[in-house]
């Protein structure tokens, strides 16, 4: 990647600064951004946790967490040594008045209260208005802070403005950045670009040229340790209120008027309020979910869900879910959208498809099939669109071949697909909002998965069990099937 301006000199705060999100994600996006010359050499990396540890022994795990999730031919010692400089740690309970708020305030203390300060919550939502208040509490707000909320914002509608009421008392929304890693993703980021700089395709972007869109978020590992927070999440939750939601906007909603943030995040807003409701007593028409059972993924074994919780526990928990989403506007009347997620799925995949319709007529001996186009957000980033081309096979009647015109963006551009995180933590120095959620955003979501989530309390669409290693439970088929539509893996 070419060498960019840096952003302003900061102070990066992360609360919960031991976790796996800090060492697997945090980090190595700021050591390559610092690596890029885009992070100042007198930025600053304050780390916070409950852990007794000394500044040289975190700076010691941050070195180690690099190792590990960084490939070694990007790791330059020289550079690791300058940006393992830029650490500091501070043994601290957020969310505890008493705790030991004098150290960080006296590292914070060092600097003019003009450098830009971000706190990152690395934490249990359940915690943000309590870290927000002691921040509060300890004049450690200053006009240029800003706060990075991690999701899930709340567990529904009520408990979402719980938290953002909690931290709004401290922080404007304008200084409140809400995460969404799926948004810093560059495949994510360029269907602005795809449709908006391509009136190809812009042009073809309603009802009457599109039969369906898939959204697929599909993952072959399993809780990975994650188990308690999973199990009182859902893949509802997980995945399809923030991550797949947002997508869908961005795929559904109309032209902005600039690419201004509250442009874009206004045209997404609109799409959110078009959904067409789902009611409880309907959960089982639009929508189906699942659990993995004992199954086999790449060739192994692997336990079912219940297993990777430990022994002796049950749960209703689903780790897959389907389902139907219409938008009641102009442009997307009766065109479906199918949002789909899951662990120990077939194969890791996030995609969007877009299936335009079939011609009405042919005059071809055998009928061409319709045009697809295929957004791959991970992994092989890129486009592809499926065309009929001319059998070259020697015929004597003109038959029809498909075939992919394919675009895979690492190849095209030859430069590294940075992480989505990358980006996103630059922004908010940059005070850039764009790629994230605005509160009203989350309102909205929830207010659309509370009646799912209501439905199936009351059991109105019963968990299916569905082997890992498979593309999930028989009900995701059956979902498409009402309409004689298929899941992508089914048309090839």
């Given at each position: 990647?070419?060498?960019l301006?840096?952003?302003?000199?900061?102070?990066?705060?992360?609360?919960?600064?031991?976790?796996?999100?800090?060492?697997?994600?945090?980090?190595?996006?700021?050591?390559?951004?610092?690596?890029?010359?885009?992070?100042?050499?007198?930025?600053?990396?304050?780390?916070?946790?409950?852990?007794?540890?000394?500044?040289?022994?975190?700076?010691?795990?941050?070195?180690?967490?690099?190792?590990?999730?960084?490939?070694?031919?990007?790791?330059?010692?020289?550079?690791?040594?300058?940006f393992?400089e830029?650490?500091?740690?501070?043994?601290?309970?957020?969310?505890?008045?008493?705790?030991?708020?004098?150290?960080?305030?006296?590292?914070?203390?060092?600097?003019?209260?003009?450098?830009?300060?971000?706190?990152?919550?690395?934490?249990?939502?359940?915690?943000?208005?309590?870290?927000?208040?002691?921040?509060?509490?300890q004049?450690?707000?200053?006009?240029?802070?800003?706060?990075?909320?991690?999701?899930?914002?709340?567990?529904?509608?009520?408990?979402?403005?719980?938290?953002?009421?909690?931290?709004?008392?401290?922080?404007?929304?304008?200084?409140?950045?809400?995460i969404?890693?799926?948004?810093?993703?560059?495949?994510v980021?360029?269907?602005i670009?795809?449709?908006?700089a391509?009136?190809?395709?812009?042009?073809?972007?309603?009802?009457?040229?599109?039969?369906?869109?898939?959204?697929?978020?599909?993952e072959?590992?399993?809780?990975?340790?994650?188990?308690?927070?999973?199990?009182?999440?859902?893949?509802?939750?997980?995945?399809?209120?923030?991550?797949?939601?947002?997508?869908?906007?961005?795929?559904?909603?109309?032209?902005?008027?600039?690419?201004d943030?509250?442009?874009?995040?206004?045209?997404?807003?609109?799409?959110?309020h078009?959904?067409?409701?789902?009611r409880?007593?309907?959960?089982?028409?639009?929508?189906?979910?699942?659990?993995?059972?004992?199954?086999?993924?790449?060739?192994?074994?692997?336990?079912?869900?219940?297993?990777?919780?430990?022994?002796?526990?049950?749960?209703?928990?689903?780790?897959?879910?389907?389902?139907?989403?219409?938008?009641?506007?102009?442009?997307?009347?009766?065109?479906?959208?199918?949002l789909?997620?899951?662990?120990?799925?077939?194969?890791?995949?996030?995609?969007?498809?877009?299936?335009?319709?079939?011609?009405?007529w042919?005059?071809?001996?055998?009928?061409?099939a319709?045009?697809?186009?295929?957004?791959?957000?991970?992994?092989?980033?890129?486009?592809?669109?499926?065309?009929?081309?001319?059998?070259?096979t020697?015929?004597?009647?003109?038959?029809?071949?498909?075939?992919?015109?394919n675009?895979?963006?690492?190849?095209?551009?030859?430069?590294?697909?940075?992480?989505?995180?990358?980006?996103l933590?630059?922004?908010?120095?940059?005070?850039?909002?764009?790629l994230?959620?605005?509160?009203?955003?989350?309102?909205?979501?929830?207010?659309?998965?509370?009646?799912?989530?209501?439905?199936?309390?009351?059991?109105?669409?019963?968990?299916?069990?569905?082997?890992?290693?498979t593309?999930?439970?028989?009900?995701?088929?059956?979902?498409?099937?009402q309409?004689?539509?298929?899941?992508?893996?089914?048309?090839?």
């Amino acid at each position: 990647m070419a060498h960019l301006p840096p952003v302003d000199t900061f102070d990066y705060i992360v609360f919960g600064g031991t976790g796996d999100l800090t060492m697997r994600k945090l980090l190595p996006a700021l050591y390559y951004r610092f690596r890029d010359g885009q992070v100042p050499a007198d930025a600053r990396i304050i780390a916070t946790a409950r852990s007794p540890l000394s500044r040289g022994e975190y700076q010691d795990r941050a070195r180690q967490a690099l190792q590990e999730h960084i490939p070694p031919a990007s790791l330059e010692a020289d550079t690791v040594t300058r940006f393992i400089e830029l650490v500091h740690y501070v043994s601290l309970n957020g969310a505890e008045a008493q705790s030991n708020w004098a150290d960080l305030r006296g590292l914070l203390d060092q600097e003019p209260e003009t450098r830009i300060r971000v706190y990152y919550l690395a934490t249990s939502p359940a915690l943000y208005g309590q870290i927000c208040e002691n921040l509060s509490k300890q004049n450690l707000i200053t006009e240029q802070s800003r706060v990075v909320l991690e999701k899930p914002i709340g567990t529904d509608l009520q408990s979402a403005n719980a938290i953002n009421d909690s931290v709004g008392r401290h922080f404007p929304e304008n200084h409140i950045f809400r995460i969404d890693h799926y948004l810093g993703k560059e495949t994510v980021q360029n269907l602005i670009t795809l449709r908006f700089a391509n009136p190809v395709f812009e042009r073809l972007w309603t009802s009457d040229a599109i039969d369906y869109v898939q959204i697929t978020a599909a993952e072959t590992v399993g809780v990975e340790g994650r188990g308690a927070y999973y199990d009182r999440s859902g893949c509802l939750r997980d995945m399809i209120q923030n991550h797949l939601l947002q997508v869908l906007c961005l795929v559904a909603m109309d032209p902005p008027v600039s690419l201004d943030a509250d442009s874009v995040r206004n045209e997404k807003l609109k799409v959110l309020h078009a959904l067409k409701p789902i009611r409880p007593s309907d959960v089982a028409i639009y929508t189906s979910r699942g659990q993995y059972m004992r199954g086999h993924v790449n060739g192994q074994t692997v336990g079912s869900y219940l297993e990777d919780l430990g022994e002796g526990v049950t749960s209703e928990t689903e780790t897959f879910v389907a389902l139907k989403a219409e938008i009641l506007s102009w442009r997307w009347g009766n065109v479906p959208f199918y949002l789909r997620s899951g662990k120990r799925m077939a194969e890791k995949c996030s995609e969007i498809v877009i299936q335009f319709k079939s011609a009405p007529w042919t005059i071809f001996a055998n009928r061409p099939a319709a045009n697809r186009l295929v957004i791959r957000i991970q992994p092989d980033e890129g486009v592809m669109l499926s065309v009929s081309t001319k059998d070259p096979t020697p015929t004597d009647s003109l038959s029809l071949r498909e075939a992919d015109i394919n675009i895979e963006f690492e190849k095209a551009f030859n430069i590294r697909y940075p992480d989505s995180y990358e980006r996103l933590l630059l922004d908010v120095v940059r005070g850039d909002p764009i790629l994230f959620i605005r509160r009203d955003e989350v309102e909205a979501a929830w207010k659309w998965i509370d009646p799912i989530l209501q439905g199936w309390s009351k059991n109105e669409a019963p968990l299916e069990p569905y082997p890992a290693g498979t593309w999930g439970p028989e009900g995701a088929r059956n979902l498409l099937a009402q309409s004689g539509h298929l899941w992508h893996e089914d048309m090839k």
